[in-house]
């Protein structure tokens, strides 16, 4: 279950420590399942797990930039990584987070799907700067 949150959210394994309050050695090992998440940490995975299900169009291979990670949501004034780093019950009572997590998981494909159609030589050119930050913004 944490390695499929981990496909859909990229947080890098520093940032799921922080959101797990444990070590990266942790982390690594929950991914390579040497361990298994215990209490608190078990029920926020399934949490997380439970919130990124309740996602609507979500397809099997979809996720959510690391840009729209760590920037604040307007509506919360806190990014993902803070409000994941939460208690659970704060979490759980952020009942329009599966639709947050659709929007932006549909501009991270409206992203990539732009992204795909420029000619390779044009990938992370500076003109694309102004329309990123646009998006970013939105």
């Known amino acids: 279950m944490f390695s499929t949150i981990g496909e859909f959210f990229h947080f890098n394994k520093t940032e799921w420590a922080d959101v797990f309050a444990v070590s990266r050695l942790t982390i690594y090992s929950w991914l390579k399942n040497e361990i298994e998440p215990q209490n ?3 029920r ?13 169009d979500r397809k099997g291979n979809d996720f959510i930039s690391r840009n729209y990670l760590i920037h604040k ?3 919360y004034d ?15 009572k952020l009942s329009d987070l599966p ?3 659709n929007i932006l998981m ?11 159609k420029l000619p390779k030589d044009d990938k992370g050119k500076d003109q ?3 329309y990123n930050l646009k998006i970013l913004s939105s």
């Open 40 to 42: 608190d940490n078990s």
């Open 44 to 56: 926020k995975i399934i949490t997380i797990f439970n919130i990124m299900s309740s996602v609507a």
């Open 73 to 75: 949501i307007n509506k």
């Open 78 to 92: 806190k990014s993902l990584l803070e409000i994941f780093t939460e208690p659970i019950d704060n979490i759980k």
């Open 99 to 101: 639709n947050i997590l």
């Open 106 to 116: 549909h501009k991270t494909r409206i992203n990539y799907e732009r992204m795909d």
């Open 128 to 130: 694309n700067l102004s």
